[in-house]
């Protein structure tokens, strides 16, 4: 419910935002000019917190909106056609409270417009009215962050049934199947490799974790760069570019220090090569597809939480595994 100054109290985060919708705002046409708006506005009773103009066609759906900055540096003359910003983001009224506090976290508006099943905009959602539960949801981020890697979204688990979560959650860990078939089908092709040189199928386990460590990091620092960035092309390049400077020195590290250990262990300096070389290999090129899938994910307007983590994880394992037996194989070759 609402106090009298309009910030929401006591609220249920399940609850449609219908209930809090507010009908105070201002609908500009895209046929009229920006003097004609500041007449109209001027000697209009509305309220004393205007944050945007919300451009709305005949048969009221909306179809763009106008920074309040833009409408008042354009010249009098000018159309609110070529001020608006159009592909305006919405919220349906019957998302949960929930939805709408992760909308204002995502885009960072002041405020969301209310749209019907048409498209016909009902009212507003101003940030103002949401301060406790916004905090709420902020701090909650990291953890919905960890759950989505997983295949597990946490929006979902308020209102999900067992067989619409299983919709959610298990077609990507198919992913996760089909990768582990692919890496037992990769082993079996290299098993008489394998049997005659036991000692690389021990070091397969660490190869593995090292890559797929390193690889859910690089998702989850992308995912919280998404958080605040559009995955633009300067967005990608910055990014990827960072994540694989980062890698690049990480993966020699680790290659390095377990190659050496290995040798000193087992007396084998080819499998240490071999394996120094793949860890170092195979860590920088899945920290970079780690960085990549959730920008591409997200560019092609799926969810990058729910999917990145499993995809991410089945291709690393592939990935590393066949690198590392084909390296095995040629330098066991070349120096026996």
Not at 45 to 53: A, E, S, T
Not at 136 to 150: C, K, M, N, T
Request: proline letters at 4%.
């Amino acid at each position: 419910m609402q106090n009298p100054s309009g910030k929401i109290q006591c609220a249920n985060i399940a609850d449609p935002i219908e209930l809090y919708i507010c009908r105070d705002y201002f609908a500009v046409k895209r046929s009229e000019t920006v003097g004609e708006v500041l007449v109209r506005l001027r000697n209009a009773q509305i309220g004393d917190r205007i944050l945007y103009f919300y451009v709305i066609e005949q048969d009221g759906t909306l179809s763009g909106v106008v920074p309040t900055r833009r409408l008042i540096v354009s010249e009098s003359g000018t159309l609110i056609e070529k001020i608006m910003v159009e592909g305006v983001v919405s919220i349906s009224k019957n998302a949960a409270l929930l939805d709408a506090c992760q909308g204002f976290l995502m885009h960072r508006f002041l405020a969301l417009p209310v749209v019907d099943e048409k498209g016909r905009m009902v009212g507003i959602l101003d940030i103002s009215q949401f301060s406790d539960e916004m905090l709420d949801i902020a701090e909650r981020r990291s953890y919905d962050d960890l759950f989505q890697l997983v295949g597990v979204h946490l929006t979902h688990t308020f209102k999900a049934t067992p067989m619409s979560s299983f919709r959610d959650r298990f077609p990507w860990l198919l992913v996760n199947i089909l990768g582990g078939l692919i890496c037992a089908w990769t082993a079996a092709k290299s098993e008489v490799f394998l049997n005659h040189f036991i000692v690389i199928a021990m070091f397969i386990p660490v190869v593995l974790a090292l890559a797929e460590s390193i690889s859910i990091q690089s998702v989850t620092l992308t995912i919280q760069k998404l958080h605040s960035g559009n995955p633009d092309w300067n967005f990608f390049r910055k990014t990827v570019g960072a994540e694989a400077a980062a890698a690049f020195l990480i993966g020699l590290a680790a290659g390095a220090i377990v190659g050496l250990i290995s040798t000193v262990w087992k007396g084998e300096p080819n499998v240490g090569l071999a394996l120094g070389s793949s860890i170092a290999l195979s860590m920088f090129t899945v920290s970079i597809l780690g960085a990549i899938f959730p920008i591409l994910l997200k560019s092609l307007r799926l969810n990058p939480q729910v999917a990145a983590g499993p995809v991410v994880l089945a291709t690393a394992d592939v990935f590393t595994l066949i690198l590392y037996l084909r390296l095995s194989e040629n330098i066991f070759k070349h120096f026996a």
